[in-house]
């Protein structure tokens, strides 16, 4: 699986940002999938994920301020980030996770960065 994101950038805070991820390549299904941030100094967390059937699961700091959402024709995701505050700076990372014939593996994209700032 390969992933390509997209969105992030500077955004002052109280504004909003939309990522997309889209995973491409060759295997049975993609199952859950996700963004996690990496903050400077602090190790890399979940904020949001998402299975194939839909069942969502949030951070609480980001609960009621973002919404995932999927295509599973596409593979894709977005995260709509709204009211952000510069504790949201950070590296967002999509994730998702491949179901292959031989088995079940794990794959990240290269990150993007989101800078919330006046």
């Known amino acids: 699986v390969q992933l390509e994101e997209s969105g992030g950038g500077l955004v002052q805070p109280g504004g909003s940002l939309r990522l997309s991820c889209a995973a491409s390549g060759t295997f049975l299904s993609i199952l859950d999938m996700g963004w996690y941030r990496q903050a400077p100094g602090k190790q890399r967390e979940l904020v949001a994920s998402i299975t194939r059937s839909r069942r969502i699961s949030y951070t609480d700091s980001v609960r009621g301020r973002f919404t995932i959402s999927r295509d599973n024709a596409k593979n894709t995701i977005d995260l709509q980030m709204n009211n952000l505050q510069p504790e949201g700076t950070g590296v967002y990372y999509c994730?998702?996770?491949?179901?292959?014939?031989?088995?079940?593996?794990?794959?990240w994209g290269q990150g993007t960065q989101v800078t919330v700032s006046s």
């Open positions: 994730f998702a996770r491949g179901d292959y014939e031989v088995g079940i593996a794990d794959h």
